[in-house]
């Protein structure tokens, strides 16, 4: 029974498994060995902790944490140069629909007037060349996405 779990869990997270396309170009051999790979970690887990995990991270609402904690009043708006907060959903996800990820956006921002000055502490993007772990499936798209906003000007508070 875990290995159904493990499976249907790699499934939702792969874009190219839950959301194929006839442009993916992923052969059936990195299909197997991505499935492979992402088995063998969840086997040396236990799966009762696999599945509490699983049960707080996606029946809880964890709303109001994120915007005690990003947003207008939070540690992270607080700290020194107003660090930013960059959200990234997938058109593609298997596990949550791109609108999910980008409420948080909207959580982390709300109550701030958007100016130059005052930059959002949250940048929203949603991309489609990935799932859940489009840092697996396309690592050169994702490192030049967390990149390009590192390189974003911070604003002084």
């Not at 049960?55 to 020194?80: N, P």
């Amino acid at each position: 029974m875990p290995d159904e779990v493990y499976n249907g869990t790699i499934t939702s997270c792969l874009a190219y498994l839950s959301h194929p396309r006839k442009d993916d170009g992923i052969s059936v051999a990195t299909k197997e060995s991505d499935r492979e790979f992402f088995l063998s970690i969840a086997q040396k887990g236990d799966g009762i902790w696999f599945g509490k995990l699983m049960a707080d991270h996606t029946s809880l609402d964890w709303r109001d944490s994120i915007s005690r904690q990003f947003g207008v009043d939070g540690q992270v708006s607080q700290a020194e140069g107003r660090p930013k907060v960059l959200v990234i959903a997938s058109s593609r996800s298997g596990c949550f629909p791109s609108a999910g990820p980008l409420y948080v956006v909207d959580l982390i921002n709300s109550g701030r007037q958007l100016t130059r000055k005052d930059d959002p502490l949250a940048l929203g993007v949603t991309i489609d060349w990935g799932g859940h772990w489009c840092y697996w499936e396309n690592p050169e798209k994702f490192n030049a996405l967390v990149l390009d906003f590192l390189k974003l000007p911070r604003y002084e508070s």
